[in-house]
């Protein structure tokens, strides 16, 4: 397989602080890869450079081997890099139709005569997403499905994680980027999420996934390997077995002596 993304020499630094310094990173089309590492260790920083909420300051970013540093977060996103975010982001007094159509935004018709004049079209086409939204929300929790009409915010945390997840899917990105979607959840909601995010995965085919996630367990079960940051170096690549005797990452993340 060749690589979906490559990353060279990525640096991001706030004032004085690299919070990524030098990291040098391949990605293969349709892997799995974990990005792991402490709070503070440029995880998210990584996704925010990524997706183009902060410029690099210094390395290069190529996508499909077309470069990509730089752009902003909304070309990034037509080029097909979708992304969920640590804390929800869900408009609660929207429908959960109306979550899902936002991150459909690049795929829809947006010229003023189809919105205001072609009434028909634009039906067609809001009719067309619908029908899609509840398939692949059908996926994850079927009874959620029957439910795209009513506001978010009478859901329960799994399931506004699964459609945070929906939303980023939706305009069928090539790389899809989970910053921690466990998080406020149970270990066995986790579970769930997790086998219905690799469920999706199997089905789109072709789908590329990075996990930042703190729950081992889920690392070890879904990730095909794993790349470990501390303090915004890579200090580790490989299967998640062998990362985990590493003696720099057990030192560095997982606490042991």
Known sequence: MSALLRCRDLSRAFGGLLALEGLDLDVEEGGVLGLIG??????????????????ATRGEVLFAGEPITGLSPQVVYRKGVARTFQRSRLCLP??????????????????LWSNLVDRRALRRQIEQTFAEARELVRIFD??????????????????????????ALISRPRLLLLDEPSA???????MRLMDDILQVKSRLGGLTIILIEHEMTVIERVTERCVVLNYGRKIAEGAYAEIARTPSVREAYLGLE
């Open 38 to 55: 402490p709070n503070g260790s440029g995880k998210t920083t990584f996704f925010n450079v990524l997706t183009g909420f902060f410029p």
């Open 94 to 111: 929207l429908s959960i139709f109306d979550n899902l159509l936002i991150g459909n935004h690049k795929r829809l018709d947006h010229r």
């Open 184 to 190: 406020g959840m149970t270990q066995e909601e986790t």
């Open 142 to 167: 079927p009874p959620l499905a029957d439910r795209l009409l009513e506001p978010a915010s009478r859901i329960p945390m799994i399931d506004r994680r699964r459609i945070e997840v929906c939303r």
